[in-house]
């Protein structure tokens, strides 16, 4: 079965200071990865994904993820936050040879960024 | 572009009656669809899918129960509302084989 963590739930940060949220993930086989973020009032909207390819994705807002495939590992960073960063991010796994449709989803990091 | 709504936005139901929760995506034919529960400090959990018109997964097994009965409509429905039943509801799509799902607004339920 697949199942993602994310170990840090909380992290409160200052405005241009750098971020890193980590995810590792439990599954043998080949994988799909997502970051979701979900601002205060807003729906939870895709950060970025990564299929194959480079291991190094960036997504949208500054944000990028490294796949490291012998960690389990797709952990999100940002090298400098914004107080707009705020919000909560969701990682998600899904195993692509499960046959099974839909993701998996870690608890979430709920991100705080202080001016 | 596509557009998925979900309604209503709250609902505060009393234990023992019926919901219904409506999804309904626009722009978009023969989507995937999906029913999650956001608890708190719990993520998503995946409550039901559909890949058709009237095709159903369940992927746990809960007092809900889900239907489709057009192409871009899902429905999530009770009979009896238990108070474990309160959270919030989100909806999403994904595209005829492509893995990435979006996400409705979300239905936040609390059952007292």
């Known amino acids: 079965a697949q199942s993602v963590s994310q170990h840090n739930h909380h992290v409160i940060l200052s405005e241009a200071a750098s971020l890193e949220l980590g995810c590792n993930y439990s599954?043998?086989?080949?994988?799909?990865l997502f970051w979701y973020v979900q601002y205060p009032g807003q729906h939870l909207q895709l950060l970025l994904k990564?299929?194959?390819?480079?291991?190094l994705v960036k997504g949208i807002k500054g944000f990028e993820a490294e796949f490291i495939k012998s960690k389990f590992s797709f952990n999100l960073r940002k090298p400098s936050v914004q107080w707009s960063d705020t919000a909560e991010y969701f990682c998600a796994v899904k195993g692509v040879d499960t046959g099974r449709r839909a993701l998996t989803f870690g608890s979430g990091t709920r991100l705080q960024v202080q001016p | 572009s596509q557009t998925i709504h979900q309604w209503p936005a709250t609902l505060v139901q009393p234990v023992g009656s019926p919901l219904s929760l409506e999804c309904t995506v626009e722009?978009?034919?023969?989507?995937?669809l999906y029913w999650y529960r956001q608890a708190a400090g719990r993520g998503l959990q995946l409550l039901f899918y559909s890949v058709g018109i009237g095709q159903i997964s369940s992927e746990v097994p809960q007092n809900l129960s889900a239907s489709r009965p057009q192409d871009r409509q899902f429905i999530l429905s009770s009979k009896k509302l238990l108070l474990s039943d309160s959270g919030f509801y989100l909806c999403?799509?994904?595209?005829?084989?492509?893995?990435?799902?979006?996400f409705g607004p979300g239905t936040r339920l609390l059952v007292l």
């Open positions: 990564y299929f194959s390819g480079d291991p």
């Open positions: 599954y043998g086989g080949t994988v799909n």
């Open positions: 722009g978009t034919s023969n989507p995937n």
């Open positions: 999403a799509w994904s595209a005829r084989n492509q893995e990435t799902q979006y």
